[in-house]
Structures are given as C-alpha cells and as structure tokens.
C-alpha cells in the first residue's frame, strides 16, 4: 500500500514542481519588465501597470484561475487553451505567471528604488550608457537585496500550486486526498505536507546559501 | 588657450537661484578651489560641469570646443553628452564606489565597457593607478574593506582611468575622520603637475591656500571673489570673503 501511495504521490509532486518551475521561468523575467513599467516616466503606462498590479494582488488567485481558464469560453465562446488536461495546464501557467509576476514586480521595484542614485550617477559620470549601468552597477547590488522578500515569495508558490485543482489540474494534494475517497485512509493526504517541508526545506537552504554567496560585500 | 571656458552658467531650482552668472576660465595644470558656506552653489557648479544637472543659462567651451550651450538644444542630447561628461572626471564627497566589485575592477570597469584598451592594457593601466595612490596591496580588496580615505583613494584612480581632461573633487574630504583627510589631500596635491586640471570643491583652507593656482570664494550662487590665493587669503578685497574667512579660520 505504501509504495502504491508513494507513487501516486510522486506523480502529483512531479506536476506541483512542474508548475512551480515554469511560473518561476516566467514571472522572474516578466516581473522585472512589469517594475520597468509601473516607474516608467510615461504617466498612463504607469498607470496602466499600477492598476493591473492592484487587481492582480487584490483579488484571490483562486478567482484568477477561475476567470482565466473559464473566461475565454463563457464570454467570447472561444475556450483558446484548448480542451482537456493540456489546456487547463496551459491556463495554471498563465494564471500563475501574471500573479507572481505582479508580486515581484513590487519586490524588484523596492530593491531597485533603494540603491542610491550615488551609484547611477558615478556610472554616468564615468561614461555609461544606462543599460551598463542597470545590468553592470545596479542590478546586482538589487539582487542581493531582494533575496530575502523574494525567498518569502517563492515558498508561497510552492504552496500555492495546489490551488492549481480548481480548475481540475492535478497535483500533489489532489493525489493525497484521493485516498480519502478510494481506500477511506487519510494519512497519504497528510503525508503530501512531508513533500512540501522537504521541498520547502532545500529551497530554504538554497537561498541560505546564495545569501552567503552575495555576503563578501556590504552595500 | 584655456582647457575650460565657462560662460553665464546660471541654475534655478525652482524658485530659488542656486548659481547665477557664473564665468570663469581655466588654464591646463591649474588648480582650482571652490570655497564657500554650504548652500553658495559649489557643488551645484561642479554637478552642472559633470552634466549631472542642465544649467539654464550659459556655455561652457573644453579646449575651446563648445560642449553646452543652453541657448541651442541640440548641445544637450543626451547620446552625446555621454561622451562630452568624458572630458570632466568627478569625485564625489561619499566616494560611490560599485560595492560588489573589488578594487581593480572598480576601476578597470568604465575602461573596459567603454572599450579603450585590449584587456591588458585596461588592466596594466588600473593597476598603475592604483600603485599612484598607493593602494597597489589592495587590488582584491572589496570597497567595504576599505577604510574611508583608501575608498577615496581608489575613487580618485577610477576617474583618472578616463584620463580626463579637468578632474573635479567635490568635497573629497568632508565625509573622512580628520585623520584620513590628510592621506586623501596628499594624493590630489600629487597630481598637481601633471598636466591634470583641477577643480577642488572644499572646505580645507590649508589645501586652498597651499595647492591651489587659483581660488574661488562663492557666496549666495555668484562667484564673490577670485583670485590666486595669496589675494584671497591674504588682501580679500571683498567684506563677504574676509567675514567668511575670519569664521573659517577661527576654528582651527
């Protein structure tokens, strides 16, 4: 029985990370465009990346997975993520990437405001254009910064896939609680939090270390 | 011919006039101090040189060569004044050194993205500089490790890897002990003769009154007096510059 239910597990933790991975591939590049956009000199693209910022955070994920996947359908008749497992898929990673986007275009933009304009203007009054100077002067010193907000963020995310089984994706919880259902044991369902701790657990190490990589200066 | 040329150099900040009128020359080798209370415009001269701030009136010409011009917009593009702030090196009062990077790269780092030198020679050349402010034992340090007159130090070897033609000091010491003001001081007065221009922004009368060719007292944005220092210091001719000098010079 063990095995039987280690396996179902496995599979669902295989989806989980599967979500995890992809949202963060794409929300770590698309937020920092988003912080671009909501300190952009250009008010109404300010504006616009606020608002949708405000919307994104202030509503439950779990009512944006809903409205993103069935949405398309019931207000255009177009279901453009395609029928079955596939589109639904498709439709968490989207969700998921425009929501964790939002948050770290937040953090980002925190950790970029706070280097201090000494830096941009010893980089300007050395020559550099003002890519040189994000990319070669600011960008780092941000990143070691937002290590620990960020770190927060993201072992949220690993929590937050479950919510991926609102709209029938299946994931580590689902495969747990089926047991309930089929074998009347609830244990398989408690043992997904030993899943998440572990994995939780590594990604915190991991971001010990990168802490204590960025630790050989101050600044 | 003068290395620099300022023309009417006038800036507002809003309602308040922090230069107006300013013009004054400069020949190759000199050094210039800029003195005066906090507030009189010095360091707002210095940023408007180093194209950190746009004037709103005025010129200002390098080897006679007209670099701004606030009467003609398109000597403000900002492509080009990227290249024109070349001609201007500035060190700034709290050093700004790029904190992630170690001391060779701090300065190696503008000449290499600005491509002028293979890699060895960006290298060769750092090195040397940083061998001129006697810092040569610290090439890997980080600027954290760095008391406050070494990161001074090695900002000064930074802005000289552009070799520019008139280096600017704003402030360089205010922001040392009074013990490290000394190591700091030490280094600019040796580059004095070599061909380095220089405009020192500072509240060190000693240093004015010692190194410098020339001396500009500012008060309230206007140049009150300028002179060599022995007619500053010793005949002002002006009341607000022996008030500001009596005050200076009773605290030591």
Known sequence: MFET???????GFFQTLHIFILT????????????FGSMSKFKPLRYLVRTIVWVVRGTPLMLQLIAIYYGPGLIFDNNFWGQGNEGRFIAV????????????SEIYRGGIESIPKGQYEAGQVLGMT???IFFKIVLMQVVKRIIPPMSNEIITLVKDTSLSRVIAVYEIIWAGQAYIKSDGIIWPLFFTGVFYLVFNGLLTLLFGFIEKKLNYYRG | MSVLKVENISKNFGSSEVLRDISFTLEKGDVLAIIGSSGSGKTTLLRCLNFLETPDTGRIYVND???LDCADKTTMRESEIRTKRLHFGLVFQNF??????NILKNVSLAPSLLKLGTPEEIDTNAKKLIERVGLSDKLDSYPCQLSGGQQQRVAIARALALNPDIL????????????????????????KGSDSTMIVVTHEMEFAKNVADKV??????????????????NNPKSDKTRAFLAKSLENL
């Open chain 1, 130 to 132: 003002k890519p040189q």
């Open chain 1, 5 to 11: 239910v280690m396996q179902a597990l496995l599979e």
């Open chain 2, 168 to 191: 600017c000091f704003d402030e360089p010491t205010s922001a040392l002990d009074p013990e490290l003001t000394g190591e700091v001081l030490k280094v600019i007065k040796g580059l």
């Open chain 2, 216 to 233: 500009i007292y500012m008060a309230d944005g206007i140049i009150e007096e300028m002179g060599t220092p022995d007619e500053i210091f």
């Open chain 2, 96 to 101: 700004n050194l790029f904190p992630q990077y």
């Open chain 2, 65 to 67: 060569e007209l670099l």
């Open chain 1, 24 to 35: 963060l591939l794409g929300a770590l590049p698309i937020g920092l465009i988003i912080a």
């Open chain 1, 93 to 104: 990673i989207v969700a998921f990437i425009l929501n964790y986007a939002c948050y770290f």
